[in-house]
């Protein structure tokens, strides 16, 4: 979801953006329209976030999967090992890009409970020569969250925020370099947030394609080529949003909040499960199964009849899957709650 006062802007503004007689998508990202709608995004996320000065904030394209790669041709600096924490789908494809660049250390994996939790400090095996230690904050398809910020000393700390960005403040300064696709919580897709600390730039492997260069991103103001314009102000008017509900630590109650509630539900009705370590859950992604697979389908068309859709699992996973973003209103998570709690009455 995106915000309905984000969205209602964004119509307003269609046609014609502030008296300008065009659309910002017909706009040259050079003029000074556009110019300025991109300065203003850009420091209203370093607001939000509180960006350390030292750190570069990059626009990028090609999604969170594309960092996959650029992150060893760019952070390798030099090393062929780098450190990778195994927590699901997404870590293993990044993992699996890694490789092609360097060899990869897995510091640890929860394969064996199934990705149902997060590795905890004592258990991640750092390699104090790796180039980068890597792992996913929030592994979005089974719902899995680090109730910790992983210490790697001086090896700098690489994460994939892609679902949980923008969800709750993060001290910034403990990481080396995070990144995000947009369209979790940012914005809509086409749009990938980079923040590196600065003195990681500047040595890629020699093959990097020069698209693939952050320090060319970083020295031409995310503007080497054309970026996605209307991806940047929308996602721009999402941080003039979050400005307006109180900044990241109202976001990060109301995420509390919804989530909290919605495992009450699942915990307190044997109808429903979720099997992710407690301490462990996601705010924002909430898998869970039904007793009986067999009423799935069922349980997802008759959500959909009153207004509830996108519920389906992972399709590697099954089950359902409730992702309450910072767009969500607590409003619908309430609406799931009732909707769940008279399924289970009538089907359980
Ligand atoms: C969605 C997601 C991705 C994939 O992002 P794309 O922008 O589609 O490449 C990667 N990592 C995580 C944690 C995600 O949730």
Same mark, same amino acid.
């Given at each position: +979801?995106?915000?309905?006062?984000?969205?209602?802007?964004?119509?307003?503004? @269609?046609?014609?953006?502030?008296?300008?007689?065009?659309?910002?998508? &017909?706009?040259?990202?050079?003029?000074?329209?556009?110019?300025?709608?991109?300065? *203003? @995004?850009?420091?209203?996320?370093?607001?939000? +976030?509180?960006?350390?000065?030292?750190?570069?904030?990059?626009?990028?394209?090609?999604?969170?999967?594309?960092?996959?790669? @650029?992150? !060893? +041709?760019?952070?390798?600096?030099?090393?062929?090992?780098?450190?990778?924490?195994? /927590?699901?789908?997404?870590?293993?494809?990044?993992?699996? %890009?890694?490789?092609?660049?360097?060899?990869?250390?897995?510091?640890?994996? /929860?394969?064996?409970?199934?990705?149902?939790?997060? !590795?905890?400090?004592?258990?991640?095996?750092?390699?104090?020569?790796?180039?980068?230690? #890597?792992?996913? !904050?929030? %592994?979005?398809?089974?719902?899995?969250?680090?109730?910790?910020?992983?210490?790697?000393?001086?090896?700098?700390?690489?994460?994939? @925020? =892609? =679902?949980?960005?923008?969800?709750?403040?993060?001290?910034?300064?403990?990481?080396?370099?995070?990144?995000?696709?947009?369209?979790? $919580?940012?914005?809509?897709?086409?749009?990938?947030?980079?923040?590196?600390?600065?003195?990681?730039?500047? %040595?890629?492997?020699?093959?990097?394609?020069?698209?693939?260069?952050?320090?060319?991103?970083?020295?031409?103001?995310? +503007?080497?080529?054309?970026?996605?314009?209307?991806?940047?102000?929308?996602?721009?008017?999402?941080?003039?949003?979050? *400005? &307006?509900?109180?900044?990241?630590?109202?976001?990060?109650?109301? $995420?509390?909040? *919804?989530?909290?509630?919605?495992?009450?539900?699942?915990?307190?009705?044997?109808?429903?499960? $979720?099997?992710?370590?407690?301490?462990?859950?996601?705010?924002?992604?909430?898998?869970?199964?039904?007793?009986?697979?067999?009423?799935?389908?069922?349980?997802?068309?008759?959500?959909?009849?009153?207004?509830?859709?996108?519920? *389906?699992? #992972?399709?590697?996973?099954?089950?359902?899957?409730? =992702?309450?973003?910072?767009?969500?209103? &607590?409003?619908?998570?309430?609406?799931?709650?009732?909707?769940?709690?008279?399924?289970?009455?009538?089907?359980?």
């Amino acid at each position: +979801m995106l915000p309905q006062a984000v969205l209602e802007i964004a119509q307003r503004e @269609m046609l014609d953006w502030h008296g300008s007689g065009m659309s910002i998508m &017909e706009m040259s990202h050079r003029g000074k329209e556009f110019t300025s709608v991109a300065h *203003k @995004m850009a420091s209203d996320l370093r607001e939000v +976030m509180s960006i350390p000065d030292n750190y570069k904030v990059l626009f990028l394209q090609g999604g969170a999967s594309s960092q996959f790669a @650029m992150i !060893p +041709m760019n952070l390798l600096r030099g090393k062929s090992v780098a450190d990778y924490v195994n /927590t699901g789908d997404w870590s293993r494809k990044a993992i699996a %890009e890694a490789q092609r660049f360097c060899s990869v250390n897995i510091v640890a994996t /929860t394969e064996g409970d199934n990705f149902t939790s997060a !590795p905890s400090q004592a258990q991640l095996n750092l390699d104090p020569d790796a180039a980068y230690v #890597h792992y996913v !904050p929030n %592994e979005t398809i089974r719902g899995v969250e680090f109730d910790y910020i992983p210490d790697t000393g001086d090896v700098p700390l690489v994460a994939d @925020m =892609s =679902s949980t960005i923008l969800s709750r403040p993060v001290d910034l300064s403990k990481f080396g370099m995070i990144y995000a696709g947009a369209q979790k $919580n940012i914005g809509p897709a086409g749009l990938t947030l980079v923040i590196i600390r600065d003195d990681l730039l500047g %040595e890629t492997l020699a093959t990097t394609p020069t698209m693939f260069d952050y320090q060319v991103h970083a020295d031409n103001g995310s +503007m080497y080529n054309t970026p996605p314009t209307y991806g940047l102000y929308l996602a721009g008017l999402v941080f003039a949003w979050l *400005k &307006e509900q109180g900044g990241l630590p109202a976001m990060a109650a109301i $995420n509390q909040r *919804k989530a909290e509630k919605l495992y009450r539900a699942i915990d307190g009705d044997s109808f429903y499960a $979720n099997p992710v370590t407690k301490s462990q859950r996601s705010w924002m992604n909430v898998p869970f199964t039904l007793a009986d697979a067999t009423l799935d389908t069922l349980f997802l068309s008759e959500a959909e009849s009153q207004g509830m859709v996108a519920l *389906k699992g #992972h399709r590697s996973v099954g089950g359902m899957r409730a =992702s309450i973003y910072n767009a969500m209103p &607590e409003a619908g998570v309430d609406a799931l709650i009732a909707f769940m709690a008279q399924f289970s009455r009538q089907h359980g």
